[in-house]
């Protein structure tokens, strides 16, 4: 067996501990009715006392649970608490925050990604070309 280092370890215990985690929390919220679901996340806490429904997880064997973790941890893993808020309210990420300009260049079409400004509306549906003709 080979040896593995104590920071191996240390890994290891807390991707165990982040798991476990995200289980109890997942299977809280699997067991929430929707009308506690939106209490909760209005700002309302947790139902008291808290449900012991059975839950869609209950029945998933721990190579899917695992798997939906992996997911979750994809998608979440690693962001901040205001990146967390800001997705909550809107329903995408901040880096999200924006849309295609177009423009013509040398007779060309030149389509290219850019990030609104905080101020800027991106449902106005006009590109900067077309904001500078208006």
Sequence with gaps: MPKTSIRERLAKLEDKRRFLDWFVRHRLYATFTLAELETCAAGGGFPDPIPNRPSSVDTLDRNSLLKLWEEDERVFG?????????YADNGFWPEGRGRLHYSMQDGKLVVEWRNEPE??????????QEQGTR
């Design 78 to 86: 690693g962001r901040n608490h205001e990146e967390l808020e800001f």
């Design 119 to 128: 101020g800027d509306n991106p449902a106005s549906g006009t590109t900067p």
